[in-house]
């Protein structure tokens, strides 16, 4: 027997392992956002929108301004643009609700939706919801399941630069049909938004249609 032969095959097949252990020790690991990051008060980010369909038709800039607000008694963050303002909660930023221009409520979700942390490539959840919808004949209440999932990190280029961003996907089922389809692109390290496409589906109320929103330009405080 060849014992020299077995000697040099077992040293081989010992060094090769110690390599595959040094290269999967030195991987880059998965970028991951592990908590939300609130921003302040005056933070503003420019995005060009263009919409289809039920959105209606054309390109357009929309500038949102962050601040603090009173509401149904407790203190929220909203993200207020010439339209209105999407209501978070200032813990971990989650949609409550929103307020039109003139300050009316104009619909609110029951528990808040949205990120679930820490947010890393592969992750999924299931979010139930109730989304209530004011309107001058009263309230109206839809129950909402959501399923997200979040998919890996891309270079992602807007008019604002090229960005690492998690891609998150939500789609939304309303009162037992599907509506909507909503992908987002969220900035690794400082988690802003960098792109997003909102798509409603054919079983909209409202009709198909698109939303495609690109960062132009942003000044984030924290």
């Given amino acids: 027997m060849d014992t020299r032969g077995i000697g040099r ?3 081989l097949s010992g060094f090769m392992a110690a390599l595959a252990a040094l290269a999967a020790g030195c991987a880059t ?3 991951r956002i592990e908590r939300h990051r609130p921003v302040l008060p005056g933070s503003t980010s420019t995005m060009s929108v263009a919409t289809t369909g039920s959105y209606g038709s054309g390109t357009t800039q929309v500038t949102t301004t962050v601040a603090e607000r009173m509401w149904q008694g407790r203190k929220v963050t909203a993200q207020e643009t010439a339209a209105g303002a999407m209501l978070l909660d200032p813990v971990d930023g989650t949609r409550l609700g929103y307020v039109g221009p003139n300050g009316q409520t104009q619909w609110t979700l029951t528990p808040s939706v949205g990120f679930r942390y820490p947010m890393e490539p592969g992750k999924t959840w299931i979010a139930e919801s109730t989304l209530t919808i004011m309107g001058p004949q009263g309230s109206r209440a839809i129950p909402v399941h959501s399923v997200w999932k979040v998919h890996g990190v891309e270079d992602v280029t807007v008019p604002a630069g090229t960005f690492k961003a998690m891609r998150v996907n939500v789609l939304d089922t309303m009162g037992g049909q599907p509506w909507n389809d909503d ?3 969220v900035e690794v390290t400082q988690e802003f938004s960098v792109k997003s496409l ?6 909209h109320p409202a009709g198909a249609g698109t939303r495609e929103a690109v960062l132009v330009s942003n000044s ?3």
């Fill in 9 to 11: 095959r077992l040293v």
């Fill in 29 to 31: 690991p998965e970028p």
């Fill in 183 to 185: 992908t987002y692109w």
């Fill in 198 to 203: 909102q798509k409603r589906l054919p079983t």
């Fill in 220 to 222: 984030i405080r924290r």
